[in-house]
């Protein structure tokens, strides 16, 4: 038996819709994102950069990024309650997981939103 002591008071519920809206949302932006590369066949760096300075398209990378961030936290931490036993290597490794997410996450909010 698996113990709850990273579960941090989720339930299966929530983890479930965490993993379905944040699938959707990464869906449309995935499609999204092709299209507009098959629409603009002779992309240049004036074009991509403007679709990125728009105010609009920084909030819908922003929420793609987020919606990355839970996905893969949901999904990592159910397969490391899964396949690792041990409580201190389970929390060592979802420790690990924490930080690289929330690194990539502040990376991207970074290069998003930065000069």
Do not use: C, E
Not at 12 to 31: E, F, P
Not at 40 to 57: C, E, I, R
Not at 65 to 71: L, N, T
Not at 90 to 99: E, G, I, Y
């Amino acid at each position: 038996m698996v113990t709850n002591i990273t579960n941090l008071g989720r339930s299966g519920l929530s983890d479930w819709l965490i993993q379905r809206v944040s699938a959707i949302i990464l869906a449309v932006y995935a499609v999204f994102m092709v299209l507009y590369l098959l629409f603009h066949p002779g992309l240049d760096y004036a074009t991509w950069s403007g679709l990125f300075s728009q105010t609009w398209m920084r909030i819908f990378s922003l929420l793609a990024f987020i919606s990355i961030a839970a996905h893969a936290w949901v999904g990592l931490w159910t397969v490391s309650t899964d396949y690792l036993k041990q409580t201190g290597a389970r929390f060592a490794f979802q420790a690990v997981v924490m930080l690289a997410i929330f690194v990539f996450l502040v990376w991207g909010v970074q290069v998003l939103w930065g000069a």
